[in-house]
């Protein structure tokens, strides 16, 4: 008798189960989501006036007794179906601000903005790829017949393909300041916020006037995402852009151009400085690096500059992507003698008090060297009372870095929870269409709902199949996005 694997197994009984066209249904729901939600309750739409039950839905009506939501994770690496929803909204968030739409007007697109993208410093040499005028150059050649102190030569000859593992790797792992690198790494969100403040401060001066008197006439808005290097350390990518002071409604004065930007911009980087703690082991003072790119963004792609689709698309692009890209893992390090995950290493609630002493095993990572280096140095870190308030141990799995990954100043267009709010009401409303219920805004019903927490994610044969009913949405939304381009 054959023996089938138990993700077939469990397949077979999916596809054969009496619900499996209502499960299929609530799976392309959430867009094929890899993690859904469980859910149990009921919800109901009453006549406010007259205490009619007009609608009633219960999950005990489902085959499975449980309702599908989306988890909403941005990570491509956790969920592939809500990131692409997050790297869609982010692109709608950034182009709003850059051409007008979701309640911004289109005159935003002749404001000032730039593209800029500011770097972390060196912390020592590392592999890289090379190329010019179309071939590929040998890493780090100048310095081949030199060692460093630990008897290791200090360049590279090899001329690295682009999957090539070397890449982003340091050329001597014991010269390579990783103390530095994670504190840098950490106090980024701190670097980029110091740099708005001085950004301001250096227009004004450029312009002649007070800070206030700039502020008076010029709103500095922005919107950022950040993006890791094969190296493990965050690089800033960023949309800057002048408006009058109503904000996106109204034109800056026209000596508020491109050229302000230009100059105010690298003098403003240059000048951010960030101390860290106290420490035995001497204090830094962190700032950006030497490579900082600012090109315009233009209405069009014939000039030299950057297109608003470009920009647009670039920034959501990297929204949903985080660490793991550096080589490192996307979820934080946990106790794995407690769950059994083999995900080690961080002292849970359900070990204390129990007597289990986690251990501090990180070879046991499907990291790089280089990443479980970094993440050592975390955790060696944070230890130390001096960078409690880092909290580098929580975010060891982030190498460090503890800032959000996709921020924008205030005015600088609309919100993702905006976003997100019409989606909903949308569906909202189709729903109610279908159940032929009054209008979502109908001021004579009343919503009542009250829902659970019952699991989440699929079995092994569940997960096979939302996979593919994932790459069919995905598949079909790329058409509808062909059709609406042309």
């Not at 592999?127 to 017949?145: D, L």
């Not at 960030?274 to 001497?282: A, F, I, K, N, Q």
Request: hydrophobic residues 35%; positive net charge.
């Amino acid at each position: 008798m054959t023996q089938h694997p138990a993700w077939f197994t469990d397949l077979a009984r999916v596809i054969n189960a009496p619900g499996f066209t209502r499960w299929r249904s609530m799976v392309a729901g959430t867009g094929g989501c890899a993690n859904p939600i469980h859910l149990a309750g009921e919800s109901l739409v009453v006549d406010s006036r007259t205490g009619e039950l007009l609608h009633h839905y219960s999950t005990t009506d489902e085959p499975t007794g449980h309702l599908l939501v989306a988890c909403g994770n941005r990570r491509a690496s956790v969920c592939p179906a809500c990131s692409e929803v997050y790297q869609a909204d982010t692109f709608h968030l950034i182009r709003a601000g850059l051409s007008g739409g979701k309640g911004v007007p289109d005159t935003v697109s002749t404001h000032p903005r730039v593209f800029a993208t500011f770097t972390a410093p060196s912390f020592g040499p590392v592999h890289t790829r090379r190329e010019a005028e179309g071939r590929v150059r040998p890493c780090r050649p100048r310095n081949r017949e030199r060692h460093c102190e630990h008897d290791r030569p200090a360049g590279c000859r090899s001329r690295h393909e682009k999957g090539d593992p070397q890449l982003g790797q340091p050329i001597c792992p014991d010269c390579y300041d990783y103390t530095g690198a994670v504190l840098w790494q950490a106090h980024a969100g701190v670097l980029w916020h110091r740099f708005t403040l001085n950004a301001r401060r250096e227009m004004a001066r450029l312009a002649g006037m007070t800070r206030h008197a700039f502020n008076s006439q010029v709103r500095v808005s922005f919107a950022k995402v950040a993006e890791y290097q094969r190296r493990g350390l965050v690089h800033f990518h960023a949309v800057i852009r002048l408006d009058g002071p109503g904000g996106a409604t109204e034109p800056p004065p026209s000596w508020a151009d491109h050229r302000l930007l230009a100059h105010a911009i690298p003098a403003a980087a240059k000048s951010v400085t960030v101390r860290t703690p106290s420490s035995d082991l001497g204090q830094r003072d962190l700032r950006w690096g030497d490579q900082l790119d600012i090109r315009p963004i233009l209405l069009g792609t014939s000039l030299d500059g950057l297109s608003e689709q470009a920009v647009a698309s670039y920034i959501a692009k990297y929204a949903s992507k985080g660490a793991e890209s550096s080589g490192t893992v996307d979820y934080r390090l946990s106790c794995g003698q407690c769950k059994g995950t083999g995900r080690v290493h961080r002292l849970c609630t359900q070990c204390a008090g129990t007597g289990i002493k986690p251990g501090l095993n990180l070879d046991l990572l499907p990291v790089t060297d280089h990443a479980r280096m970094m993440i050592r140095t975390c955790w060696t870190l944070g230890a130390r009372p001096e960078f409690a308030d880092l909290r580098l141990r929580p975010w060891a799995h982030m190498l460090g870095f503890r800032g959000h990954f996709s921020t924008k100043s205030r005015n600088y267009s609309t919100t993702l929870s905006a976003l997100r709010g019409a989606r909903f009401e949308h569906r909202a409303q189709e729903a109610r269409d279908r159940s032929g219920l009054p209008a979502l805004d109908d001021e004579t019903t009343l919503v009542m709902a009250h829902w659970r927490f019952a699991g989440s994610g699929y079995t092994p044969g569940e997960a096979i199949m939302a996979e593919h009913i994932r790459q069919r949405v995905s598949q079909a939304r790329a058409i509808a996005s062909q059709r609406e381009d042309a």
